[in-house]
C-alpha cells in the first residue's frame, strides 16, 4: 500500500488546528440547571435578602429588642401600630417592646436551630449510614434496629422530655432538634453506601490496604456530598418548623429571647385585640424562609439528579 507522504502532512496540520474540545464538569452541569430553576433562584434571592436582614437590621432599629415604649402602654392598638415616626417600623408587641427589634432576633433564632439542627443531624446520620452501610452484614443488621426503634418512637414526645429534664435553653433546642433529625438520613446515606462500595475504586482501595475508615471518610462521604447537600437543604425548615411548635407551646426560647414560633405564638393571642401586625410580620418572614428552604432544595435535588446528568 503506497501511502502519499504529502497527503499525511496536510492530514497532521488540520489534526493540529482543531480546536481542543473542552470539556464540562458535574458541578458545572449541577450550577447551570440550578440557575436555570427560576423558582429555586428567587427563592435563594429571597432567603438572601432574610440573612442580609438579620444582620444588617439592627443597624436601622432605634429600639432594642427589650426596651419599652412606655408611651404606648395602655393603648396598643392605636399608638403601638408600624410608624416611621415612632421608630416601631413593625410596631410594637403588648408589652410595648419594638416588634422590629424582635423579629430580627427571632429570625438570627430561628435560623440558627435550622441551620445548627441540620448539621448536627447530617453528620451523625452520614456517619452512622456510612459506617452501617460499608460493613454490612450482621453490623448493619444491628445498626439498623437501632434506628428502627428509634424512629418507633414520637420524636416530639422525646425532645420536650429532653427540654424538660435538661432546663429550657438555646443550646439544648439546638441538641434536642438536631439529635432526634438524623434518622432518616441515616437511612438514605445507608442505601446510597451500599450502592458505592460495589464501585472499582473502592474494590481498589480495598486491594491496595487502604483502611476501613479511610475508605469511608475519603472516599464513600466525599461521594454522597451531591444528596447529603440536598436533603440538608429540606432538613431545614423541618426544624425551624420543630422549634416554632415547640415555642409556640411556650417550651422553646425564653424570654428575653424570641422566635418566630414564639412571636407568632404572641401574635395569635393578641389578634382580639385588633394588633394584627403583631402576628403578619412574624408570620411573613417565617412563610417565605420555610417556602425558600423548600424551593432551594427542590432546584438542588433536580440539579444534583444522577438521572438528568
Request: glycine share 10%.
Amino acid at each position: 500500500m503506497i501511502v502519499n507522504k504529502k497527503n499525511i502532512e496536510d492530514l497532521s496540520k488540520n489534526l493540529s488546528e482543531l480546536d481542543e474540545i473542552k470539556g464540562r464538569s458535574l458541578w458545572f452541569d449541577a450550577r447551570q440547571r440550578f440557575f436555570n430553576n427560576k423558582a429555586a433562584v428567587v427563592s435563594l434571592i429571597l432567603l438572601s435578602i432574610i440573612l442580609i436582614f438579620s444582620f444588617l437590621g439592627p443597624l436601622f432599629a432605634q429600639w432594642t429588642n427589650e426596651e419599652i415604649d412606655w408611651v404606648v402602654l395602655g393603648d396598643i392598638s392605636t399608638l403601638g401600630i408600624p410608624s416611621i415616626e415612632t421608630g416601631h417600623f413593625f410596631g410594637t408587641d403588648e408589652l410595648g417592646r419594638d416588634l422590629y427589634s424582635r423579629v430580627i432576633q427571632g429570625t438570627k433564632i430561628s435560623l440558627m436551630v435550622g441551620v445548627i439542627g441540620a448539621l448536627i443531624a447530617v453528620i451523625v446520620g452520614t456517619l452512622y449510614g456510612a459506617i452501617a452501610g460499608y460493613f454490612g452484614g450482621r453490623i448493619d443488621g444491628i445498626m439498623m434496629r437501632i434506628v428502627d426503634i428509634l424512629m418507633s418512637i414520637p420524636y416530639m414526645f422525646v425532645l420536650i422530655l429532653l427540654l424538660v429534664i435538661f432546663g429550657r435553653s438555646i443550646f439544648m433546642l439546638f441538641i434536642g432538634i438536631g439529635l432526634i433529625s438524623w434518622l432518616d438520613m441515616s437511612r438514605i446515606v445507608r442505601g446510597q453506601t451500599l450502592s458505592i462500595k460495589k464501585k472499582e475504586f473502592i474494590e481498589a482501595a480495598i486491594a491496595t490496604g487502604v483502611g476501613n475508615f479511610t475508605i469511608i471518610t475519603r472516599h464513600i462521604i466525599p461521594n454522597l456530598l451531591g444528596i447529603v447537600a440536598v436533603y440538608a437543604t429540606l432538613l431545614v425548615p423541618g426544624m425551624i418548623l420543630t422549634e416554632s411548635f415547640i415555642s409556640f407551646l411556650g417550651l422553646g426560647v425564653q424570654e428575653p429571647n424570641t422566635s418566630w414560633g414564639a412571636l407568632i405564638s404572641e401574635g395569635a393571642g393578641t389578634m382580639r385585640y385588633g394588633t394584627l401586625w403583631q402576628l403578619l410580620f412574624p408570620l411573613f418572614f417565617f412563610v417565605v424562609s420555610l417556602f425558600s428552604f423548600f424551593f432551594i432544595g427542590d432546584g438542588l435535588r433536580d440539579a444534583l439528579d444522577p438521572k438528568d446528568r
